[in-house]
């Protein structure tokens, strides 16, 4: 469960995205889950889910789609590696491999999916900010 230091640049980067990805997907408030995106995602974002290229447009509307018709819970989560920016400001990139399931509103059907992901991490006016994910996702 993210915690609110979760999103600070002093936390992991491992942390720190766990956080976001709590914030934006797995927890039940539609609004959280809008403002940390719109604060937490750059503008410029590149996102590469599988073999399909979004902007930050693109992907927030998946996104809603995907918690309007679910529920989705992170079950596990392991940072493979991270590299940290030698600025020390709290950029830099680090590879997850994550467990989640997610449960149809509608009829209730439960699935479990996996995603590896790739994510790299700014620091712009004092905050970190995604600005790059590559995501590889089954399920």
Same mark, same amino acid.
């Given at each position: 469960?993210?915690?609110a230091d979760s999103l600070s640049n002093s936390s992991s980067l491992a942390d720190w995205f766990d956080g976001?990805?709590?914030?934006?997907f797995f927890q039940p408030d539609d609004a959280l889950a809008s403002k940390t995106f719109e604060e937490r995602v750059a503008d410029d974002a590149v996102i590469r889910i599988n073999h399909d290229q979004l902007g930050k447009a693109k992907y927030w509307e998946i996104i809603k789609a995907a918690r309007a018709a679910s529920h989705m819970a992170a079950q596990s989560s #392991? /940072?493979?590696h991270t590299?940290?920016?030698p600025d020390g400001l709290g950029g830099g990139c680090v590879a997850q491999l994550?467990?989640?399931?997610t449960t149809k #509103?509608?009829?209730?059907?439960e699935a479990v999916g996996s995603s590896l992901t790739l994510t790299n +991490?700014? +620091?712009r006016d004092g905050k970190r900010v995604l600005v /790059?994910?590559?995501?590889?996702?089954?399920g």
């Open positions: 469960m993210a915690s976001l990805s709590h914030n934006i #392991k /940072e493979i590299w940290n920016a994550g467990y989640f399931t #509103k509608e009829g209730g059907t +991490v700014h +620091v /790059e994910l590559t995501e590889v996702m089954n």
